[in-house]
């Protein structure tokens, strides 16, 4: 069985990229491994003096938002095995760590980076140059006029 992995943050790239993903995954009969990173940036911890609470809320948070994600599967393809990874991680560096063994990588074009002008974000953009499987960079769909 192969393995496909998807990157999730909550934004609504991640979710573009997640439905993607398990569509592809139920299509090929593969294993879809939903990766959430977490990381505190260094500019957040150079100015805040972080207790264990602080760093409990980030990791909190990413476990909230894979086990939403592996809900999500569970609802729109109930077929698709699936399992969660939740890292402490930069996120590109968490896809590429849990994709050594993947037919697949499944991105979203943005997440919830700083750079929202940039066409693809930082992630995507480590990905591409380093992936040793195939990817797909899924792109939000046209704005509504």
């Not at 069985?1 to 439905?19: H, K, N, Q, R, T």
């Not at 979203?108 to 797909?136: P, W």
């Amino acid at each position: 069985m192969g393995i496909i992995v998807v990157g999730v943050d909550g934004s609504e790239g991640a979710a573009i990229a997640l439905d993607f993903a398990m569509k592809e995954a139920a299509l090929r009969g593969s294993k879809l491994r939903i990766v959430s990173a977490w990381e505190i940036p260094a500019s957040v911890l150079a100015s805040v003096v972080a207790g264990k609470e602080f760093y409990e809320e980030f990791r909190e948070n990413a476990i909230r938002v894979a086990q939403e994600a592996a809900a999500l599967v569970d609802e729109k393809e109930p077929t698709v095995e699936h399992e969660e990874v939740v890292v402490e991680s930069q996120a590109a560096k968490a896809l590429l760590d849990n994709a050594t063994d993947a037919e697949l990588m499944v991105v979203g074009r943005r997440g919830h980076g700083t750079f929202t002008e940039m066409l693809l974000g930082s992630i995507s953009r480590q990905v591409v140059a380093h992936a040793k499987c195939a990817l797909v960079i899924v792109p939000a769909p046209p704005a509504k006029k």
